[in-house]
Each structure stands twice: as C-alpha cells, then as structure tokens.
C-alpha cells in the first residue's frame, strides 16, 4: 500500500471524524468464527486508533458501536455487544485516563443495559477533565432519534411563540458541544449512511473504504485523510 502519511498536510486535518465501524460479521464469517469474535477484534481496533488520532490531531473522533436498528439482531448477538462495550470501558479505563482522552457518549439512555450504562456512566465522569482527544461513543444511537429526542426536550421548556432555531436545536442534541462532522469514514463497502449523525454530516466528506473494520489499521485512516485533503469544500457557497 502506497505510504499515505507523508503526504498528509499537517494544517488540514478534520476536527471531527466520525467511523461507521462496518464489516464485523462478514470478517468474521469468512474466518470461520461467531460473530462476536468479529466485534471483539473490531474493539481491538480502537486503543491503536486513538493513538494514530491523537497523532495527527484529530480533535473528535466518533465511533458507531450500537444503532437504533441493532436490537433487531438475534439475542445473543445484542447481549454479547453489551457485554463486549462494558468489558471494552473496564479494560480500557486506565489506558483511556493515561492517553488523555474525554469519553462522551451519544445515545437514548433508555434500553441500555444497567451494567453498561453503570460502567459509562463512570467513565464519562472519570475522564471529563481530559483534553488530549474526544472520543464519542455513539452507543443506542440513531440521526433520526437523536433530532426527535431534542425537538421534544425543546418542546418541553418552550414558552409561547418561541420558535425553534439551529442554534437551540444543536442545544438539545445528546452532547450539545460536538462540532459538525468533517470526515465521515465507512469501512466494508457499504456505500450508506445508515441513518448516522443526520445533522451532524450535512457538510462532512464522505469517504468510502473497501476494508472490513476488523483490518483497519493506520494506513487506512491516513488515506481516508488524504482523500478528504484533496476534497474542495465549498459549504454551498463558490
Ligand atoms: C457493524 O458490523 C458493527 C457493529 C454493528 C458494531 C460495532 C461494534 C464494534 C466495532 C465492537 C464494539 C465496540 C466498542 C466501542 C467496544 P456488522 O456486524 O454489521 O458486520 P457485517 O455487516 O459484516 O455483518
């Protein structure tokens, strides 16, 4: 593979990427392994991207690890990715805490398993002083729910004749300082959105890669970079 870290611009890094991590199940699959074992090296994946992250400056990075829509999977799947995120926060915590990195996460609450929203709970908590990197874990996460969830939050204090702007809405999304997503990067494939960061993306680069998340490594995390830096942003405007 072409070495595309040399020929990354240090002045034109995203402030915020956001990753749908796809491709679990079918690296899995073709390993002849249960699916689980695909989403636990796709955990592995992310102690190395926090540090090439880190590296490059990146300021948010977004991760996908549970919509809206994967409760619709058989039981066993749901449960073990529960169990595999709060193994993932125990773990992880004192490496998190030694990187630097603030944990958010974005999400409904309800539904969450009591064990996994404990252990986020105390890592959001435990970690909120960190400056080095935000690591936004996008966990019972859907666009569509996260903009219904702030219109009724926002309907609930409204008084009369008030009306709705973007700058009241961005206020109600699940963590309100997040900036708009720059670079969005889909591993697999897939050429979807699969209802992520509605809001957050209109502008974003979309950047497409034909790897299953389980082999993502640094180099493709700089070509994505690379693609996003030869992309003209125009934010509508000429
Ligand atoms: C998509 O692959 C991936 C998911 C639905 C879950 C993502 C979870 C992880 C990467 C692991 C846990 C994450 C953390 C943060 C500890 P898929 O199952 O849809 O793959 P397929 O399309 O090949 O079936």
Redesign the pocket.
């Given at each position: 593979m072409k070495n595309y870290k040399d020929t990354i611009d240090p002045d034109n890094i995203p402030l915020h990427v956001a990753i749908?991590?796809?491709?679990?199940?079918?690296?899995?699959?073709k390993k002849k392994l249960s699916?689980l074992e695909?989403?636990?090296k796709?955990?592995d994946?992310?102690e190395p991207l926090i540090d090439t992250s880190v590296s490059l400056g990146i300021g948010v990075v977004s991760?996908?690890?549970?919509?809206t829509e994967?409760w619709n999977?058989p039981a066993s799947?749901v449960s073990g990715?529960w169990e595999?995120?709060a193994?993932?926060?125990e773990s992880k915590i004192d490496i998190i805490q030694e990187k630097g990195v603030k944990v958010v996460v974005s999400g409904a609450r309800k539904r969450l398993p009591a064990a996994t929203a404990g252990i986020i709970d105390s890592v959001i908590s435990s970690t909120k002083k960190n400056r080095k990197i935000v690591l936004n874990?996008c966990?019972n996460y859907g666009g569509r729910q996260e903009i219904l969830d702030g219109v009724n939050r926002w309907l609930h204090k409204r008084k009369e004749g008030e009306v709705l702007t973007e700058k009241k809405m961005r206020q109600q999304f699940y963590v309100p300082e997040l900036p708009d997503v720059d670079l969005l990067i889909r591993t697999?494939g897939?050429y979807r959105i699969s209802n992520y960061m509605l809001w957050q993306l209109a502008y974003a680069e979309l950047v497409f890669l034909d790897v299953?998340?389980?082999d993502f490594t640094s180099q493709h995390l700089y070509r994505a970079i690379c693609e996003y830096q030869k992309r003209d942003r125009r934010f509508g405007a000429i």
């Open positions: 749908i991590m796809d491709g679990n199940g079918r690296w899995a699959e699916r695909g989403h636990r796709g955990a994946i992310i991760l996908f690890a549970f919509s994967n999977r799947e990715l595999l995120l193994l993932f926060f874990f966990i697999s897939e299953l998340w389980p």
